[in-house]
């Protein structure tokens, strides 16, 4: 996947291209420092994915929607510093995919990226307890990336969704990942959101229902709550 990271400020641009220059099947092909440079980055390379800080001095949330309406397919990832309900609705109201916190885990901010070039969405887990503590309705936002589709999981999330199934704890799901605790915390967080269930019993049952696992396995297990 080829991507573009976009914000104002040197240290989080060597950050984030030391951590995505490390992962296989990325490629970094531009660095803008402000929304005219990122424009004509687009123009000159092309991108699937820009990771960008929109709050950032030389940027504003208009880019986003210009640079959608010209580069249909291209998709962005949000990174800032800033988490408030209002200006998460204005971004991915603008067309922001993924929305993750500067101060997230590396892991988290890798699987946005990866996640959002598949044509999935990916919040980490500081996002996802603000849209839950503001009550935002997902589905109710005007934007192509919500709509009545089919649930799309990632590979990892039906990975994950399969050891919970099994009755494995997250810190036992991340001794077999090699995650962290609060990584594998965050997938749950996203797989119940997307697939709309409150506990883990309704991760099982999509499980079940979906194939993932054998329901035999259950025929004898204390019921879940």
Do not use: W
């Amino acid at each position: 996947m080829q991507v573009i990271i976009a914000d104002s400020n040197e240290l989080i641009l060597l950050g984030l291209r030391t951590i995505l220059n490390a992962q296989s099947g990325v490629q970094i092909v531009g660095e803008a420092k402000n929304q005219h440079e990122l424009m004509a980055q687009l123009q000159n390379f092309g991108a699937d994915v820009v990771l960008i800080d929109f709050t950032a001095p030389g940027f504003d949330i208009d880019i986003i929607r210009k640079a959608r309406a010209k580069y249909t397919d291209l998709r962005f990832v949000a990174v800032t510093e800033a988490q408030h309900a209002p200006i998460l609705i204005d971004a991915l109201k603008s067309g922001v995919t993924s929305y993750v916190k500067k101060d997230c885990e590396l892991a988290e901010i890798i699987d946005a990226v990866k996640e959002t070039a598949q044509g999935k969405q990916f919040f980490c887990g500081q996002i996802l307890e603000t849209i839950q503590r503001s009550n935002i309705d997902l589905s109710e936002l005007n934007t192509e990336d919500f709509n009545c589709g089919p649930v799309v999981l990632s590979e990892r999330e039906n990975e994950i969704i399969v050891l919970i199934a099994e009755g494995q704890t997250n810190e036992q799901i991340a001794e077999l990942l090699f995650l962290s605790k609060h990584t594998v915390n965050t997938h749950r967080k996203n797989i119940m959101a997307k697939l709309g269930v409150k506990n883990t019993a309704g991760i099982v049952m999509y499980a079940v229902k979906t194939a993932l696992v054998s329901p035999n396995r259950f025929l004898f297990s204390p019921v879940l709550n």
